[in-house]
């Protein structure tokens, strides 16, 4: 059962998302009020671990943040420390300063690291953890693709943020009978791009998982303008690709480790329909970092609070290299070295695909 915890140390890695506040408050007054734990946060991610740039959590530094979106720790999305660039003899080098980090959570006394974070910062929990650090880790990210849970959290706040767009989108396009293109994020997985399309009642859904025919996309809007409903609104994700054709890079970030910016492809889209439809006039919207800001859905923070209660719990109960995890609507955990590089993505017999085609909606295949 428990070790002897008195500490914990927290911070919040990669891309933010709303609910990230969320997970903070709970961790913060799960730890305070139920085992008595001090609690310190980590800013700016891996960052303020290397730099021991810390701040004290208690009851009133988490009080009024749990809808707020964004992180009051603050994130980055490049720092890596086991890859750490440096400054040495006046040149930039990229070397392994973890130790240092080590030696930080000894010097404030920290017994347990609560990280919250995506794919790459779980990846550095997870080396930390092999180190010998009693870590806990919490799922962050719009995307939804880590395979070891359900749900990440911040997937189904960028989901309203997607639908209501689609929904905006179809007040206009209904009265200049328009192709409206929505892009949404998602890196190589679907999910925003398929849900927010089931919700937000797009007629042609394109995911990376399903390479499209441009011929299918032009057939549905005719047929759609044949059947007396001339506007068609097309959800793509921002990793689709066409049939035989490469996703669309936006920017290369090259000191991130995970560098691919993909970007592009409504544009693309759009500028490849419009050699194809003449009746109709084709705009798209790149909808972009609003997905990730702005308020926590209720769903959110409902799950969050959820996750940072959990990883409590795995500290308490001695539980650590484990990352909480949602299962059949159940708080449970799942160890980190399984958890790496297990991307999940949008399975051609998913039932939402299988739902969505029963409708109608087309996926360009
Ligand atoms: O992983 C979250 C995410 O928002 C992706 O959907 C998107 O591709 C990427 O991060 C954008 O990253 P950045 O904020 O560095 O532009």
Redesign the pocket.
């Known amino acids: 059962m428990a070790d002897k915890v008195k500490k914990i140390g927290l911070l919040t890695g990669g891309?933010d998302c709303p609910g990230l506040n969320a997970v903070i408050r709970a961790v913060t007054r799960t730890a305070i009020l139920k085992y008595g734990y001090e609690v310190i946060g980590y800013k700016y991610g891996y960052k303020g671990l290397y730099n021991n740039d810390i701040v004290p959590l208690d009851l009133n530094s988490v009080s009024g943040i749990l809808h707020k979106g964004g992180t009051i720790l603050y994130s980055s999305?490049k720092d890596n420390l086991f890859n750490y660039q440096v400054e040495e003899n006046g040149e930039k080098i990229c070397k392994d300063v973890s130790d240092v980090a080590v030696e930080n959570l000894k010097k404030e006394k920290v017994d347990v690291l609560v990280v919250i974070g995506?794919d790459g910062t779980l990846t550095s929990a997870r080396d930390f953890a092999r180190k010998g650090v009693k870590v806990v880790a919490v799922p962050k990210?719009?995307?939804n693709d880590l395979a070891a849970t359900e749900t990440t959290f911040g997937h189904y706040s960028a989901l309203d943020v997607a639908t209501d767009a689609l929904e905006r989108l179809h007040t206009t396009a209904e009265s200049h009978h328009r192709v409206m293109i929505l892009e949404v994020?998602?890196?190589n997985a679907g999910w925003i791009a398929l849900r927010s399309g089931i919700a937000g009642s797009a007629d042609v859904i394109l995911l990376p998982e399903i390479p499209y025919d441009i011929n299918k996309i032009v057939a549905k809007i005719k047929d759609r303008g044949e059947s007396g409903r001339p506007f068609t609104i097309i959800v793509v994700a921002?990793g689709a690709k066409p049939k035989g054709g490469n996703v669309v890079v936006q920017k290369i970030?090259s000191d991130s480790p995970d560098p691919i910016?993909?970007g592009g492809i409504g544009n693309k889209l759009a500028s490849d329909l419009e050699q194809l439809i003449s009746n109709h006039e084709i705009r798209c919207t790149v909808l972009g970092?609003l997905q990730?800001g702005g308020d926590t859905s209720t769903y959110d923070r409902i799950l969050s609070t959820r996750y940072g209660a959990a990883a409590v719990e795995l500290i308490h109960e001695g539980r650590y290299g484990n990352m909480v995890c949602l299962n059949s609507d159940k708080m449970t955990f799942e160890h980190l070295e399984n958890v790496i590089g297990q991307i999940k993505t949008v399975d051609l017999d998913n039932e939402l695909v299988k739902t969505a085609r029963s409708i109608g909606t087309s996926f360009g295949d």
Do not use: S, W
Request: aromatic share 0%; charged share 35%.
């Open positions: 891309g999305n995506g990210t719009i995307d994020m998602g890196r921002e970030v910016r993909l970092h990730r």
